[in-house]
């Protein structure tokens, strides 16, 4: 199978911890042992978020006296991208060896007229008490919002239309190359009156940037591992329960947060819309077990899922039927 998975910044980089380099490093391994045989069994492209690097980036940079002016966010999401790459491509390489792995830096194509631009919502570095929050928002500019008990600053997300180096990524996997790729959702670019490409101000939401990938690559399936074991009918309620089974249409009726688990539901709705094939979120520690249909929220066109060989849709089939008849 041709597996999309998108590692949540979180599952990088867990609320409360410090964001030094060991700690990232040693959250990354954790993250590729749970992947490992995923690697070895199935074609696999890995996206990751980078909400909260990209946030202590941005700090560093806003508060170092030698720059002019801080590090736009375009360029800051491509550093991120160089180096959470670089921490997952060596780790998979220690923990699959010989099997070749790619780390590369994409840039994801938006809209210069979103409106997303004007309406942050996208949650970017550290989570701070609400005091913090407002007193780094009146000194820096900021706009902060609420997320779960803290808060944290926000920027615009527009909607990732296309990943520039979609063909690249398609080249290397079928080489037989694990694919790191996508890092925070991509570079956001536009292009101008020449067809140009530059960078912009903003985060693209990497499960959306996911979801069009995995769309683009023809995947038979995307999952999204985050921090939390599955999406919960009634958040924070006496009545809060776990969704195991649904179709996109379901989920869709139910109303997410649109800075935290919106994106993911839509990202995952959108591929099994366009596609047809299987999508899930869940824990990062459960992929395994998620592919299996034994945890996470699994979302199919009809809400059913019984484990890998129903989630191998048709271009699967295909894919065998051509080997076969190349074989004759």
């Known amino acids: 199978m041709r597996i999309v998975v998108a590692l949540g910044g979180n599952a990088l980089l867990r609320r409360g911890q410090k964001p030094d380099a060991e700690v990232q490093e040693a959250n990354v391994r954790r993250a590729v042992a749970a992947l490992a045989s995923l690697a070895v069994e199935h074609e696999l492209v890995i996206t990751h ?18 720059l002019t002016t801080p590090y736009p966010f375009d360029v800051l999401g491509a550093q991120t991208q160089g180096m959470i790459g670089y921490w997952l491509l060596q780790a998979l390489q220690n923990k699959v060896p010989g099997r070749q792995v790619a780390a590369i830096i994409n840039q994801t194509l938006v809209e210069a007229a ?6 942050p919502t996208k949650f970017v570095g550290e989570v701070y ?20 008990s803290g808060w944290r600053r926000v920027v615009g997300s527009p909607r990732p239309q296309r990943v520039v180096e979609t063909r690249l990524i398609r080249l290397l996997l079928e080489s037989g190359a694990v694919v790191v790729c996508a890092g925070g959702g991509g570079v956001p670019v536009v292009r101008d009156e020449y067809g140009d490409l530059r960078g912009v101000e903003a985060v693209v939401d990497k499960d959306l940037t996911s979801a069009v990938l995995a769309e683009a690559l023809d995947a038979d399936a ?48 959108r591929f099994v819309e366009l596609t047809g094939g299987m999508a899930a979120i869940g824990a990062l520690e459960d992929a395994n077990a998620i592919m299996t249909g034994r945890a996470g929220t699994v979302v199919t066109p009809s809400g059913l899922y019984d484990g890998v060989a129903r989630a191998a849709g048709p271009r699967l089939v295909r894919r065998q039927l051509g080997a076969d008849e190349a074989s004759v």
């Open 114 to 119: 979103d409106p997303a631009f004007d309406h």
């Open 49 to 66: 978020g980078n909400g909260p690097q990209v946030g202590v980036l941005a700090l560093q940079s806003a508060s170092d006296p030698h």
């Open 129 to 148: 008490d609400r005091a913090a929050a407002e007193r780094l928002a009146a000194e820096r500019g900021w706009t902060v919002r609420q997320d779960g």
């Open 222 to 269: 995307l999952l999204v591992l985050t921090d939390v074991p599955a999406v919960m009918r009634g958040y924070g309620t006496p009545a809060e329960a776990p969704i195991r089974r649904e179709t996109p249409a379901g989920l869709r009726s139910i109303d997410f947060p649109s800075g935290s688990m919106g994106p993911k539901v839509d990202a995952v709705c």
